[in-house]
């Protein structure tokens, strides 16, 4: 079975400090892969995601995720933080088998950024 | 364009009352379903999804079940509430197929209250 762990479950950073969030998921076959974001009193909204090429994307608002799949993982970064930047951010992993396509969510990292 | 309908965005049941949420999904066509449900701290938490009419996986087992009774329709139901079942529901749907973009879009939830 599939399961995505995020193991920062509370981060707490400084203006214009470097982001990096965990993610690690667990299943041997393809898998596409994603981080959604989701803003105090707003709904989920896509940040950015990896199906196939390069391992490196380049979401929206400067976000970028890396995807190692030695390592089963696809941190979530970011240069330098802003204070609107303070969300709950949610990896997540869709299982990609045929007939059988399961997105699955890891339980979030609540992020604050202190101005 | 797609859009996706989730009713009703807030509800107040007693115990032991019957639930019935529904979602619909416009401008697509077999499209992958899901119920999720968020809790402070848990994450998105996968309920239920379906590949088709009437193709139904249940990933926790509890007092909740769910119906596809059209392509594009998916009802989450109990037949009797527990104070455990309140939370923040939230159906989303995919496109389906090996190697499509399969990113989730969410409705806009429904807050159910059990008292």
């Known amino acids: 079975a599939q399961s995505v762990s995020q193991h920062n479950h ?35 909204q896509l940040l950015l995601k ?15 995720a890396e995807f190692i799949k030695s390592k089963f993982s696809f941190n979530l970064r970011k240069p330098s933080v802003q204070w609107s930047d303070t969300a709950e951010y949610f990896c997540a992993v869709n299982a990609i088998n045929f007939g059988n396509e399961k997105l699955t969510f890891g339980t979030g990292t609540r992020l604050t950024i202190i101005p | 364009s797609q859009t996706i309908h989730q009713w009703p965005a807030t509800l107040v049941q007693p115990v032991g009352s019957p639930l019935s949420l529904e979602c619909t ?10 119920w999720y449900r968020q809790a402070a701290g848990r994450g998105l ?14 990933e926790v087992p509890q007092n909740l079940s769910a119906s596809r009774p059209q392509d594009r329709q998916f009802i989450l139901s109990s037949k009797k509430l527990l104070l455990s079942d309140s939370g923040f529901y939230l159906c989303a749907w995919s496109h389906r197929g090996r190697g499509s ?15």
């Open chain 2, 45 to 58: 938490q996968l309920l239920f999804y379906s590949v088709g009419i009437g193709q139904i996986s249940s």
């Open chain 1, 10 to 44: 509370h981060v707490i950073l400084s203006e214009a400090a470097s982001l990096e969030l965990g993610c690690n998921y667990s299943y041997g076959g393809t898998v596409n892969l994603f981080w959604y974001v989701q803003y105090p009193g707003q709904h989920l």
């Open chain 2, 25 to 34: 999904v416009e401008g697509t066509s077999n499209p992958n379903l899901y």
């Open chain 1, 50 to 64: 990896y199906f196939s090429g390069d391992p490196l994307v380049k979401g929206i608002k400067g976000f970028e």
């Open chain 2, 101 to 115: 973009n399969t990113e989730a879009f969410f409705g806009q939830g429904t807050r159910l209250t059990v008292v």
